[in-house]
């Protein structure tokens, strides 16, 4: 295990009906005047957003709108976010929604008190200020209600790049599972995806003896893996909703990340694929992580066979690991196609002709170098290959 | 899944040498005298203390010491500290130990800003306001150090009691896996089964649909059984050392408790055990488990069947799950065996003839009101026959 430090301090009020709670946490963390944050009309439809203005409303607490936060949120938006907050003395930002609304939020919060470009950050500078932040969730999926990330697309190019720092750490997130239960399956399933992804992202490493934390994700995947095809047959199941909200929270915070190398290759290969074809993320990383997973497999055979015996439930080939490995790729595979979730370029409206853009973007992008994973560093030769697996 | 808060906003510091720190963290924190509070003479010893002593002094934080704290930590030396804090102006604890320590400072701190006597939180108020707290652990076991959590034992009637309140979590806590390797066998195993007690304590519910927590209580309690024997084997193992330490933490920081109704009758039966005898409370606690999962295994026999098959690798028997639950429960006695803890009475220093008194103590002591136990509650008569289970 290598040294690291853990900061979380993000407080969590989980159930049903909580986000009653919106005003007293905006107070309890010092909030005068809210900037409201968030995306589609189903938050306004559901009476969602009325319900959190009664009760910023009860605690005195003022408020500036901003809506129409899309999914693959832009820059454009967290400019105007910006502005409004230093026009309005905004002093707390709360989004309301999921991953998308919550990036924004972040972006907005770290650029308003920052005199350059809020770009910067995403090209590298870490936040250590930002305006504190509170989240209301929607969708479990992106985990950035307790994580220290977040993932803007800038119009100027189309870059999806990630920042991150301290300072992004939401002040509170409230979690209603009762509230991702309108989600459509297929939204229901990118969030299943995308969480899966954060916890393959942090099991392929090349830190040794690091079991705590190999456990941990394993857990949690074997949760997923339980509760996904439950809240598929029925979107109303609240417990099995509970479940994948905690978890997706969990999977993000880093506290199973913690002391280990981490990958991200695959987060890197499908930004390109949502920023260019607006696809969902989950949808793009239920595309990329098997190919990168078979691309891969021979880098560290036994940890793709670990993974297979003690979350996919193989049976290990003591004689042929390799075995092994590749069925625990099969299995993850179907799991994503049981759920509804396309495997190929074709599924997703991707094409063929990008992949050498796509490839070179990933790895020279906005100021990258020429690789990119910490796994498995790959060139854009390597890129490439691993588009093609898509097709 | 039951509705919840969750907050834990303690800085952790991992990693070799990180006790250098101290000083930084302090400060970051805002103290400008300390309260060095610690234990034994093995952190003078070991030149540990001189060091933290170094780091503090490097950043002009004033320190005023109080060594002597005990194993089962007494309420008098808690009286002595709150007056010290008092008369020397001490706006920061910082402990220097493991659990014993920890749990003073804690009392100390919430005693020093109260003017009643502390004893009151430890009779169930909750503890709102408490000086800050930093930790540099020496002992993985109590998880104190990310913990809302104090049990102290009162000298007038020995009553080994506990507080909580979000005042008690550490603001900073620095984990050092070096500090632990000098530790004696003996204690290294108390704090393996203190930590692997603080899952079970979880573990066993009645609230149903807790896959989540139910699945990281599982991976935690898998890399405890993996590492256990590997840092009883060999001392020096850095490695197996870090892994515990962080287990240690998470497993009671409540991540994995949240949601669920949990036990902590078995915590209640042991401190009978370690405030009469001023036995180890981890070896208190091997002798405890087994004799309360086996008197309890009837209350949800598939519960107990899922711990034998998930954390001890049983085979289910599907027409009688009650052979299967029975074989986790020799699993753990078995295990506990190999790393050196008693799972008797006579190997505790425990005598028969107490029984009827600290089965009462239990069940009636200190304000208590006849029952301990969330998962199955016990009576005075059932804590006297798992008392007898021990024999």
Redesign the interface.
Known sequence: ????????????????D?EKQAGKCVKRFGGTKVLLHYGSGSVVRSGLLDRVKTSLNEENIACVELGGVKPNPRSGLVYEGIELCRSQNVDFILAVGGGSAIDSAKAIAAGAVYSGDFWDFYQGKPVTKALPIGTILTIAAAGSEGSPDSVITNENGMFKRGASGEALRPAFSILN?ALTQTLPAFQTACGITDIMAHLFERYFTNT?????????????L??MI??APRVIADPDNY??R???M??GM?AHNN?CG??RGQDWASHDIEHELSAKYDCAHGAGLAVVFPAWMTYNLKHDVNRFAQLAVRAWGCQMDFSNPKVTAAAGISALKQFLKSIGMPLTFAELGAKAEDIEEMAHTACYGNGRTGTIGGFVPLGEKNVVNIYRLML
């Open positions: 295990m290598q040294n690291f430090t853990f900061y979380a301090p993000t407080y969590f009020i989980f159930g049903k909580e599972p040794t003896e690091v079991e705590v934390t190999d456990r941990m994700i394993e857990g949690l074997l949760a339980h509760e417990q099995a509970a479940n994948i905690w978890a969990m506290s913690v002391g």
